[in-house]
């Protein structure tokens, strides 16, 4: 589950122990694992999420064809349809 504004409240609770055992865990690959849009280490998954929740456009516009590599069989957007479309300069 990767966030493009604020970090999720789980990500946010597992930060709190420290980079070392949130990064751990992410490394175990056998659970969700959330993060920032931008944090080039976070590995690809099966399924990878993107809540497109705040930042600015040019932090989206990155983040989504990256999050689009990291997913092996699915990925899902979630966010403002209007918003999305014009990041990635598609029509609606």
């Known amino acids: 589950m990767l966030t493009t504004g604020d970090a999720h409240p789980w990500a946010a609770?597992?930060?709190?122990f420290g980079e070392t055992s949130y990064w751990a865990q992410?490394?175990?690959a056998?659970?969700?694992f959330y993060a920032d849009a931008t944090?080039?280490?976070a590995a690809g998954r099966p399924v990878v999420v993107v809540a497109v929740?705040?930042?600015t456009d040019e932090a989206t516009a990155q983040a989504l064809p990256a999050a689009m590599a990291r997913a092996?069989?699915?990925l899902i957007v979630c966010g403002d349809p209007q918003?999305?479309?014009a990041v990635l300069g598609a029509h609606a």
């Open 53 to 55: 929740n705040g930042g």
């Open 30 to 32: 056998d659970d969700v």
């Open 13 to 16: 609770h597992e930060l709190s």
């Open 26 to 28: 992410h490394d175990a």
């Open 72 to 74: 092996g069989a699915l």
């Open 39 to 41: 944090a080039g280490r």
């Open 83 to 85: 918003t999305i479309n």
